[in-house]
């Protein structure tokens, strides 16, 4: 299994849980730099907690970062912050 980043977002294969519900058709998740990753899939939402699915290969954008090449599949869609020289999980 694969592990996706680009600069503070982590995207990872995963099933989508059962209840979520259908969110939208783009992941838009700001940064520490107000310039948002954007991703288009079917956007699904448990509790906090975002998935995305996406049925053709599709790139997540950033102004400051290379797109990501993601193929199709189910992701669940996290960010990481640093405070004070930690990493902490949203």
């Given amino acids: 299994m694969d592990i996706f980043r680009q600069g503070d977002v982590i995207v990872a294969p995963t099933s989508i849980p059962k209840g979520a519900k259908r969110t939208g058709d783009v992941v838009r998740i700001a940064s520490e730099t107000g310039n948002p990753h954007v991703l288009k899939g079917q956007v699904f939402s448990?509790?906090?907690?975002?998935?995305?699915?996406?049925?053709?290969?599709?790139?997540?954008?950033?102004?400051?970062?290379?797109?990501?090449?993601?193929?199709?599949?189910?992701?669940?869609?996290?960010?990481?912050?640093?405070y004070i020289g930690r990493t902490l999980m949203d």
């Fill in 46 to 82: 448990s509790g906090r907690q975002q998935y995305i699915v996406l049925e053709e290969p599709t790139e997540m954008t950033h102004p400051q970062h290379a797109p990501l090449s993601l193929q199709p599949g189910s992701y669940e869609v996290k960010t990481v912050r640093d």
